[in-house]
């Protein structure tokens, strides 16, 4: 309501505004395929018991990397060779840009909405849109990597925290999103828990790799 007030007030002639659709229905296979044939952004919804309470005014969206806004070419080298190669990897690609992740064009969009409200001098704190990437990537190559992937897309994120393993729950409690995306269910739950509302991804390699038996260890740098 906030943000299509905004855009209302300053562009009355645009139709361009926010809006969201709720589907009651989480056939994961439907999902799934749509994700993988149409590429749209699509998640499943988990709302927690208390719900964090978040601003009236201002809408906060925040996604993970890997496998929501990237594709999952890096999680899947890490799977595989193990996360030497994933960091590697990152080192000698730091420059070129990841392909991108279903959440890529909803991230676009808000950009877009963001830019036609900074065109009205609606800057910072007055813009009613904030965009945040909450990643498990560490700094380095890897956060590098991700930062080079959105300025070589030519989106601005508000927001990029590299957590380098730390749980995401905390800060999105401080974060106050309205919603957080991300691909692997333990930081869904995780955010859940701590008052969140958090969507699964039901994209990528972390559908098919059991979580079971990998070290927190590994799990605590590798991107996720
Ligand atoms: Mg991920």
């Given at each position: ?133 909450v990643t498990s990537r560490g700094g380095?190559?890897?956060g ?17 925290l590299f957590l380098a393993g730390a749980p995401k729950g905390p800060m999105l409690e401080k ?11 333990f930081h869904?739950?995780g955010a859940?828990?701590m ?21 927190d260890?590994?799990i605590s740098s590798a991107?996720k």
């Open positions: 309501k906030a943000v299509n007030a905004k855009l209302r007030a300053h562009y009355p002639e645009s139709q361009e505004l926010f809006k969201v659709i709720l589907i009651d229905d989480n056939r994961s296979d439907e999902l799934n395929n749509a994700i993988r044939e149409h590429k749209i952004a699509a998640a499943v919804m988990k709302t927690p018991g208390e719900m964090a309470e978040v601003s009236e005014s201002e809408l906060r969206i925040a996604f993970d990397g890997d496998a929501v806004l990237f594709s999952n070419e890096s999680e899947r080298v890490y799977a595989s060779e193990g996360l030497e190669a994933f960091y590697r990897n990152e080192r000698e690609k730091v420059n070129d840009p990841m392909k991108e992740g279903p959440f890529k064009g909803f991230l676009q969009v808000l950009v877009k909405l963001q830019r036609k409200l900074h065109d009205k001098k609606l800057l910072d704190k007055k813009c009613p849109i904030r965009t945040y990437l380095g190559s890897p590098f990597r991700a930062l080079n992937t959105l300025r070589y897309w030519g989106l601005e994120i508000d927001e990029a974060i106050r999103p309205h919603i957080f995306f991300d691909d692997q269910m869904v739950e859940a828990e008052g969140t509302v958090a969507c699964h991804v039901p994209y990528g390699i972390a559908q098919r790799v059991p979580k079971k038996g990998i070290k260890k590994e991107p």
